[in-house]
């Protein structure tokens, strides 16, 4: 049973300082046009860059290859080496690498501006109109909670979200406060839910 969304996240296209690509539409061009060259690290098979960089190809039509890493931690370290062309990895690791001149971030996958860094766009911005990947924290109660008690518990929860204490906390881990009613959060889980649902079908991806 929902009962709040605690914090998101967004999801950032990182890639190697050396790649010949500054945005993503230049990025779209030369995967189209060196087909299986371009290669992106994700953390593991069925993992959030997995599946997101599956769902760039199904928007783009690009063709890409995916290498799997043990965690976000060796993907990341091997973009920074130039191993690997692309990540699409957390806004709190990659901005300060982006701003240390150690990689390049071309969109933000959200549909609005991260506050943690307003000065990158947005994918739709950058040409990919509603591509959004974000890592979210939500709270849920079992099945048969009654209603009332379900209730209090998002007051109570999202009264806590809004605080000023909480709020700076989470700003400080680039991370947004969700604070969002029971219907509301119930939306979310459904409208992620559709969405990776299509892009596992779509991809011919396996969960394991």
């Known amino acids: 049973m929902p009962i709040t969304l605690l914090a998101k996240i967004a999801n950032v296209l ?16 030369y995967g189209k046009a060196n087909p299986g060259k371009l290669s992106y690290a994700t953390q593991g098979a069925n993992s959030t860059a997995h599946l997101t960089g599956a769902y760039l190809e199904a928007q783009t039509g690009m063709k890409m290859l995916a290498v799997a890493y043990r965690g976000a931690q060796p993907a990341l370290t091997d973009i920074l080496a130039g191993n690997v062309d692309m990540f699409f990895d957390t806004l709190a690791t990659s901005v300060p690498l982006h701003r240390g001149g150690k990689l390049k971030i071309l969109a933000v996958a959200d549909l609005q501006r991260a506050k943690a860094a307003p000065e990158l766009p947005t994918f739709t911005e950058a040409g990919v109109p509603g591509f959004r990947s974000i890592t979210w924290f939500g709270l849920v109660a079992p099945p048969g909670t009654p209603a009332a008690l379900a209730e209090r518990i998002n007051r109570d929860v999202v009264e806590m979200l809004r605080s000023p204490e909480v709020a700076e906390r989470l700003q400080s881990l680039s991370l947004e406060a969700g604070a969002m009613s029971r219907a509301e959060t119930a939306k979310f889980f459904a409208d992620e839910t559709a969405l990776w649902g299509k892009v596992i079908k779509e991809a011919g991806i396996s969960v394991e």
């Open 14 to 29: 990182s890639v190697r300082i050396t790649l010949p690509a500054n945005t993503l539409q230049e990025l779209i061009a």
